[in-house]
């Protein structure tokens, strides 16, 4: 997905707004408080001393226009780097020997809600065929997590073991990631203007950096359940295949 210049120009807004509060420089508001350094495909070291992103927060002190600027400097980087095992919107990585971590993008046509009831038959094949390479690889594969604001929404939530959504809890801020700026746009990549001026008045009312969490509409939501509920859930035989069942 190539995401937005106004999601860009949302994130600075917040990151201005941050600096301004907590008496940082905005090269480092930028880092630690926006999804910028992810979307340059950096990785997820946030490495201030990046050659990449030095030359990044560098424009950004001499532009007339940050968000042009960005927007402009994220074009030229190209695509961001996603993990390696993709099923339509689903896409998994190891995080560690022993655990699976789920990630989801919008793959559908722009007229079609992902989430929607229609198209839940295809999300779940998409998981089923994911936990099947999974099983037949036969790592020592222990568990599966995930984060996301995602996990809120019950159209999400239906996609996966009862185990693992009653496992969500409020995961620690994470202002550099996708998962919590997300919510913010709408199923074609455009922001879900509501949502955005319900966050931006919250955000001209913050008194300390303490309370910014509160800001976001929704909070990231962290789960894990072990393996064997999934392989259950999505009907995966020992060998990987589908059951009967």
């Known amino acids: 997905m190539v995401y937005s210049k106004e ?10 707004a941050v600096a301004a509060l907590a008496g940082l420089p905005i090269g480092r508001a930028l880092l630690d408080y926006t999804n910028l350094y992810i979307r340059f495909g950096l990785g997820r070291d946030f490495n201030h001393s990046h050659p990449i992103w030095r030359r990044y927060v560098d424009g950004v002190t001499r532009s007339a226009d940050v968000c042009d600027w960005t927007y ?5 980087q190209g695509e961001d780097l996603r993990p390696a095992a993709t099923s339509a919107c689903f896409s998994y990585a190891m995080q560690g ?17 992902p989430l929607s009831s ?13 936990f099947g390479d999974v099983r037949r690889a036969g790592n020592n594969v222990k568990g599966v997590v995930g984060t996301s604001w ?33 919510q913010f746009l709408d199923r074609n990549g455009s922001l879900r203007h509501g949502v955005v001026r319900d966050f ?12 910014l969490a509160l800001a976001f509409p929704l909070q990231a ?14 009907g995966i035989s020992a060998d990987g295949r589908r059951t009967s069942a």
Do not use: M
Request: charge should be positive.
């Open 150 to 182: 995602l996990y809120n929404l019950p159209a999400y939530q239906r996609c996966f073991p009862a185990s693992y959504i009653a496992s969500a809890r409020v995961a620690e801020p994470r202002y550099r990631h996708v998962s919590l700026w997300g």
């Open 200 to 211: 931006k008045g919250r955000l001209e009312r913050l008194t300390g950096l303490g309370d």
């Open 97 to 113: 020997e022993e655990h699976v971590r789920i990630h989801f993008r919008n793959a559908e046509p722009a007229t079609t809600s």
């Open 72 to 76: 402009r400097f994220y074009l030229a």
């Open 7 to 16: 999601f860009f120009a949302l994130q600075i807004e917040a990151a201005k």
């Open 221 to 234: 939501l962290a789960v894990e359940a072990p393996i064997a509920d999934f392989y259950r859930f999505y």
């Open 118 to 130: 229609e198209r839940l038959p295809a999300r779940l094949g998409e998981l089923r065929s994911i």
